[in-house]
C-alpha cells in the first residue's frame, strides 16, 4: 500500500526561526494536506494542494506540491510559541477513494 | 452540530472489557472515518463509512474492533474484550461530499486506557 514518510519526526527550535517539514511518498497522490494537531485535540486542516507544483501560503505557512506529485514540504516563518504541535502531511489519491493516507508526524517545539 | 463531537473524551477501562466510542459527525456529512493514534504515533485507519455503502473495514486490527453508523448519522466503534495494547486515542472524522478535497473534519478523539 501506499506509504507517506514525514520528516523531521521532531525538531526544537528557537522562537523566531524558520521551521521546514516535509513527506515523500512511494507512490502519486492528486491531493496533498497539511494538518495540526494540539495537545488534547483532532488535527485541524492547515492548507490543501491540489495541483503538481503548486505552491499556497497561509499566514507564515507555505506549502508546495511537488512536481513529481510524489513529495509535498511545509515551512513555517518566524515561530511563535504556538506553533507547537504536531504536524500530519496527508495524500489523497483518486483511484483509492477518498482515502487519506498519513504521514507519522513531526512534533514541533518552540523555546521562547 | 458545529463540529464532530466525540464521547467519552477520555475512558479509562480493564483488561477484558467492552469498551463502545461515540462519533456525532457535522450534520450532512456524508462520509465518517475512525482513525487510532498511539503515544506520539501518526494516524492509523480503522473504519469507513459512505453514505449506504459497506463500510471499508480494512483497516481494523482484529475482529475484536467493529463499528456501526446508525441512520447515516452516528457512528460507535466497539472495542471487545480489551487489551492494553489498544490504548490510544481514538479519532472520528467526516467530510461533506464523495470527493476528498476538502480535507477531513476531526473530533477531540476519545482517550482508551487500558489498565
Known amino acids: 500500500g501506499q506509504q507517506l514518510n514525514q520528516s523531521p519526526q521532531s525538531m526544537f527550535i528557537q522562537e523566531g526561526e524558520d521551521v521546514s517539514m516535509n513527506c515523500t511518498s512511494s507512490?502519486?497522490?492528486?491531493?496533498w494536506l497539511w494538518y495540526k494537531q494540539d495537545p488534547g485535540e483532532g488535527p485541524v486542516l492547515l492548507i490543501a494542494l491540489y495541483k503538481a507544483g503548486e505552491l499556497t501560503s497561509n499566514g507564515r505557512l507555505t506549502a508546495q506540491f511537488g512536481i513529481t506529485r510524489k513529495d509535498s514540504f511545509l515551512n513555517i516563518s518566524a515561530s511563535i510559541p504556538s506553533d507547537v504541535g504536531i504536524y500530519f502531511c496527508?495524500?489523497?489519491?483518486?483511484?483509492?477513494?477518498?482515502?487519506?493516507?498519513f504521514g507519522g508526524g513531526t512534533r514541533l517545539m518552540v523555546k521562547p | 452540530g458545529a463540529g464532530v463531537s466525540q464521547s467519552p473524551s477520555n475512558k479509562v477501562t480493564e483488561k477484558g472489557k467492552d469498551v463502545e466510542l461515540r462519533c456525532d459527525p457535522i450534520s450532512g456529512h456524508t462520509a465518517l472515518y475512525w482513525y487510532r493514534q498511539s503515544l506520539g504515533q501518526g494516524l492509523e485507519f480503522l473504519i469507513y463509512f459512505q453514505g449506504n455503502s459497506a463500510p471499508d473495514k480494512s483497516g481494523l486490527p482484529s475482529d475484536r474492533f467493529s463499528a456501526e453508523r446508525t441512520g447515516g448519522s452516528v457512528s460507535t466503534l466497539t472495542i471487545q474484550r480489551t487489551q492494553q495494547e489498544d490504548s490510544a486515542v481514538y479519532l472520528c472524522a467526516s467530510n461533506p461530499q464523495s470527493l476528498i478535497n476538502y480535507g477531513y473534519t476531526f473530533g477531540s478523539g476519545t482517550r482508551l486506557t487500558v489498565v
Open positions: 496527508a495524500g489523497q489519491d483518486n483511484n483509492a477513494g477518498n482515502m487519506l493516507t
Open positions: 507512490s502519486i497522490f492528486n491531493t
